[in-house]
């Protein structure tokens, strides 16, 4: 095989990602009708058709899907390892992305990275705030944080924070015109702040449990948003009940801006894992980075 071929698979697989040879060429820095070039090259060198395309559309043909399935896994293990051997050097250096939430990025990945960085300044780090399940693979994230829970099977996940829980809150002055619910079954006396689920699209249900007895309680209220920021500044005006992570809003209960109820239904639950595939060729950045994220127990004082 000639070198420029591993060059024309590799555009070939963007193109095969993208369904599209505009948004191919945008991701590898060149112009579409380079990319066009490239790709009719290779064809007219096997013999065979790779895409079928049309005004609105791009497919692989048979021998396309064949080439994508059998050459694609061999040419993101080679890529891994060049940039493996690229990383071997004095200083750890390479950019890294993560998809993340906000309040990880804020509480967790930030401060670790103020600690990190100044030290190693070749690393470049690029957070990504995104609420769904992102395909860290098929979006080319080197690694996502999520809860726990959240983590496939087939995913490596480093704990990178402390078991959480959920909080039920509401305002002095919310809780001066309402009794403060007892039992979750008595959120329905209430007004509750809504949260929007960015993977589903559904209200996201609130859920407790006591002694064994779970409960998942559908909240009903006029305001609903997609953000834990918004939630919290409208639970902070009195404008109803909140439900977020209580390690969001201790700061505000402390200082008595917040009333928390409901404590003793909500049990603690998998926190904060940063997650990457598990083949991965691990750089020296990448290690450092993981390293620095993860959690080993609160420190003793």
Request: aromatic share 6%; with cysteine; hydrophobic share 40%.
């Amino acid at each position: 095989m000639e070198r420029s071929e591993l060059g024309d698979l590799s555009a070939v697989l963007m193109v095969a990602e993208t369904r599209s040879f505009t948004r191919a060429a945008a991701r590898l820095g060149t112009s579409q009708s380079a990319l066009s070039h490239t790709v009719r090259r290779l064809e007219e060198r096997l013999g065979v058709r790779l895409f079928s395309r049309t005004t609105r559309s791009v497919a692989p043909t048979e021998a396309g899907e064949r080439l994508i399935r059998n050459v694609g896994p061999r040419l993101e293990e080679i890529d891994a390892e060049l940039k493996a051997l690229g990383a071997l050097r004095k200083k750890p250096a390479g950019a890294i992305r993560i998809t993340t939430g906000e309040l990880a990025a804020e509480n967790i990945l930030l401060p670790a990275l103020m600690r990190l960085l100044p030290r190693y300044p070749d690393i470049k780090v690029e957070l990504i705030i995104d609420y769904g399940l992102t395909d860290i693979v098929a979006e080319r994230f080197d690694a996502g944080v999520r809860l726990g829970e959240q983590v496939a099977k087939d995913m490596v996940a480093v704990p990178i924070g402390p078991q959480m829980r959920m909080a039920v809150v509401g305002s002095p002055s919310y809780f001066a015109a309402h009794t403060p619910p007892k039992t979750p079954r008595q959120l329905a006396e209430h007004v509750c702040i809504n949260l929007r689920l960015p993977t589903r699209g559904g209200l996201y249900a609130w859920e407790f449990e006591k002694s064994g007895r779970v409960l998942n309680v559908r909240v009903e209220g006029q305001l609903t948003f997609n953000t834990a920021g918004l939630i919290r500044k409208a639970a902070l005006a009195g404008m109803g009940l909140a439900c977020l992570p209580l390690d969001s809003l201790q700061n505000e209960i402390d200082k008595g801006r917040l009333v928390h109820v409901l404590g003793d239904w909500c049990p603690p639950f998998p926190g904060y894992h940063l997650y990457y595939p598990s083949r991965r060729q691990q750089s020296p950045a990448f290690a450092l980075l993981v390293e620095a994220l993860r959690y080993r127990g609160p420190r003793k004082t």
